[in-house]
């Protein structure tokens, strides 16, 4: 199953390497990382996807605990949770066929953010499922370049998840 | 002990506040706070300053021959003392040469905090002489390790450093400190205490689990214990025994465990997995309640065989670290907190277990299958050998253990009543640690006997230490198992490559006796059991070190034997034993 962590760690330097070189030494599987500022000055949080039953998801969790610049794990993926990633496309496009392209792309409200002469940049967030859709349906243009962030997310309600 | 000198001289300085220190006075004057006495390590170019300030400073410094005998050494005196081991080294290839160590503490959660120089902060990162990404290097080695980039932050670092190696699940850690901050100025303001966010161990058992722990416990009809090296680390040996004692449930220490429950117990099956006893073997697969301690269910204990592994059993497991419980095994009642801790809790009223029936067929197994060798008159028998240094030691020694045969063999047949004697490389199994780790185990224990057993290969991985026993007049008793051999790998290729026997033949020397002269220490030989009595004798009654080139049998193999990949059922008990 597919797992979506929340890490509150140290903002230190290298906490990204410490979290990613256990999790790949420990032989866990890391869809994405993502990595940003918090709530709280001097923590970061960490967003994570990876796959395991729930065995591992519970030496996941237990494993990065052990990693004194990690204050918290969360696994999101029991409550309600908001879920996102940005993508960034370069797609083929000439004169003709741009308009057809912004109206692929509007549905998903996503955006043409930069023009070129033979090519345009879609940008669209979503979760994973809107993303790969939008890819699939961008494909027969031509992709020329993705780039993605990674999944974000947060936990919905006023309330945070225990931990 | 702090030097009087010094401890006086920073009373004084109490008063005078506003003085400040370079890093590197700033680092040996928070080591003193910390109460350590005695640092080992090797100097270089990035350490200069550390050094310079330790020429004033007057602790006690052990000058190894090379990266790894120090950290070694340290790590011996750790395991006696419980105290963290402290290691100095230089960057590059200083700080290199301690990552077999700082592996091995890892592995077997020696406490540890290696201090390492490196480059100045304007030369990191750009293959500057001597730089090596020690931090980054360690990482997955560690329990935590810091690069320290300003002076101001050191003795918070210091001290979180010696609060992390020596609290919960013990381990190493590293301090990388580049030259410019050991060189700039700071006031000296050492904390007492630290709190650190991400670092807060469950110590006290939850008391649901205990009252669960009971009830599997008084319904038991064939319970177990298998203990292991937290029982040793938490000091938790008495309670051990009172916890058997009382609820009538037989042990099985794992090798980080021996001596952490006596071997002259009656409770006692020995150990088990790849070369444990019958006893304690069958003890596992049969059992109905598995009741692991300060044990990490490694595979050299389940041979990896989950299938066969305490298959009928419920399994509860006590053990500090959270993140062991339900590693390795399915785990009914799981219990983090202290070792200690947790059993003091648990024998308040602990019911006695349904054994009676159990306890005699254990009894059975233990007389029907013991460990045997076959005798010789020709040739000196290694068994025989460990045996005798048993018998005529009372079991009262500490004995270290370098990598292969000879382990196993102590491990079996050397009966340690005590916790924190045996003292053996376990999860990393690492060549090279036994010598190393007796002499950092005479300097924390001066008093006691100390024996190092070690193997014709594994000795002359860090022999060059002899230069310490000899300066420092540790009378260590090295027992070299000479089978002029890699013994361990000869056996693994007679069983399982059709004895071609690929580059272990050692036959080429050196001559260990003269070895040891060259160092000043005295040298003996013995080839019969006859020359092994005399000569033992003559090696206690010598006041400094001594190494004994027992020239063994090199054929023998240790048995019973589990092959890797068959379960704990299918023991080779060795086709030539009576
Ligand atoms: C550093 C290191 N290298 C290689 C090994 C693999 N190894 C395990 S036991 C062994 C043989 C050890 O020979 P010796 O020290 O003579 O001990 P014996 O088995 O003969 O008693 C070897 C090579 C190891 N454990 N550690
Ligand atoms: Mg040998």
């Not at chain 2, 706070?33 to 400073?57: Q, W």
């Not at chain 2, 938490?234 to 609820?247: H, P, V, Y």
């Not at chain 2, 690492?430 to 594994?458: E, H, K, S, W, Y």
Request: proline fraction near 6%; charge should be negative; include cysteine.
């Amino acid at each position: 199953m597919r797992h979506i962590l929340s890490v509150l760690v140290n903002d230190q330097p290298r906490v990204l390497a410490r979290v990613a070189n256990l999790l790949g030494r420990r032989n866990f599987n890391i869809e994405s990382i993502s990595v940003g500022e918090s709530e709280e000055p001097g923590l970061s949080r960490m967003v994570i996807v990876t796959r395991g039953d729930e065995r591992t998801m519970e030496q996941v969790s237990k494993q990065l605990h052990k990693l004194v610049d990690v204050i918290k794990v969360q696994d999101l993926s029991s409550h309600p949770v908001v879920a996102r990633e940005l993508m960034l496309v370069k797609v083929g496009a000439g004169p003709s066929t741009r308009t057809e392209i912004a109206g692929i792309v509007e549905p998903f409200r996503a955006s043409v953010v930069d023009v070129g002469s033979n090519s345009i940049m879609v940008q669209v967030t979503g979760d994973r499922e809107k993303l790969d859709a939008l890819l699939d349906l961008l494909r027969p243009y031509g992709i020329k370049e993705i780039a993605r962030t990674g999944v974000t997310a947060l936990s919905r309600g006023p309330i945070k998840v225990p931990s | 002990m702090p030097h009087p000198a010094i401890a006086t001289d920073d009373r004084k300085e109490k008063v005078t506040e506003q003085k400040e220190y370079t890093g590197s006075e700033i680092l040996l004057r928070c080591l003193i706070r910390e109460g350590v006495d005695t640092l080992f390590g090797y100097p270089g170019g990035a350490v200069l300053p550390i050094y310079d300030s330790l020429y004033h400073k007057g602790i006690r410094h052990i000058l190894a021959r090379h990266e790894q005998g120090a950290i070694h050494m340290a790590e011996g005196y750790a395991r006696i003392t419980g105290k963290p081991g402290v290691v100095i080294a230089t960057s590059g290839p200083g700080a290199t040469n301690l990552v077999t160590g700082i592996a091995n503490a890892q592995m077997d959660s020696i406490p540890l905090v290696c201090i390492t120089g490196n480059v100045p902060q304007n030369l990191i990162g750009t293959d500057a002489f001597q730089e090596a990404d020690i931090t980054g290097i360690t990482m997955p080695i560690t329990k935590h390790n810091y690069f320290v980039t300003d002076v101001r932050d050191l003795p918070r670092v210091v001290k979180e450093a010696f609060v992390i190696a020596s609290t919960g699940r013990p381990g190493p850690v590293l301090i990388d400190i580049p030259k410019d901050v050991s060189n700039a100025k700071a006031h000296l303001e050492y904390p007492e205490k630290v709190s650190i966010r991400g670092y807060q161990p469950t110590t006290d058992p939850h008391p649901l689990q205990l009252q669960k722990l009971h009830a599997a416990i008084a319904k038991a009809e064939r319970p177990v214990i298998l203990a292991g090296g937290g029982v040793v680390t938490s000091g938790a040996d008495q309670e051990l025994r009172d916890f058997a004692e009382r609820t009538q449930i037989p042990v099985t220490t794992t090798l980080m465990g021996i001596g952490g429950f006596s071997g002259n117990h009656p409770l006692w099956m020995g150990m088990p997995g790849m070369h444990g006893t019958y006893a304690a073997n069958h003890a596992l697969l049969e059992c109905d309640l598995l009741i692991g301690i300060g044990v990490r269910f490694d595979d050299r204990v389940t041979m990896g065989r989950l299938d066969k592994f305490a298959k009928g059993a419920k399994i509860a497991h006590i053990d500090i670290d959270p993140a062991e419980i339900g590693k390795n095994v399915d785990t009914y009642i799981p219990i983090v907190g202290d070792v200690k801790r947790v059993l003091q809790e648990a024998l308040e009223g602990l019911p006695r277990s349904r054994s009676e029936g159990w306890l005699k067929r254990i009894e059975d197994w233990k007389r029907q299958y013991p460990l045997t060798f076959r005798p010789s008159e020709k040739t000196l028998k290694p068994q025989w050998l460990i045996r005798h240094l048993y018998e005529t030691t009372g079991g009262d020694a500490i004995v270290t253990t370098d990598v292969g045969q000879h382990q196993m063999w102590v491990a079996q047949y050397f009966r340690f009543a005590k916790p924190r004697s045996f003292i053996s490389s376990g999860g990393l199994g690492t060549m090279g640690f036994g010598f190393p780790a007796a002499l950092g185990a005479q300097i924390a224990d001066p008093d006691r006997l100390v024996i190092c057993v070690t193997g014709d290969g594994g000795f002359q991985m860090t022999s060059q230490e002899l230069a310490i026993a000899a300066l420092e007049n540790l009378p260590v008793k090295v027992v070299v198992v000479n089978n002029r051999c890699l013994g361990m790998v000869r056996q693994w290729q007679e069983v399982f490559y059709q004895e071609r026997y690929s580059e272990v033949d050692l036959s080429g020397g050196p001559d260990f006796v003269k070895l040891a002269e060259a160092y000043g220490v005295k040298g003996l030989r013995a080839r019969t059991e006859e020359e092994a009595k005399r000569v033992w004798q003559e090696a206690l009654a010598h006041p400094g070190p001594v190494v004994i080139d027992f020239e063994v049998d090199p054929e023998e193999n240790v048995y019973p034997m589990v092959a890797p990949g068959s379960g704990l059922d299918e023991m080779m008990m060795g086709d030539e034993e009576t």
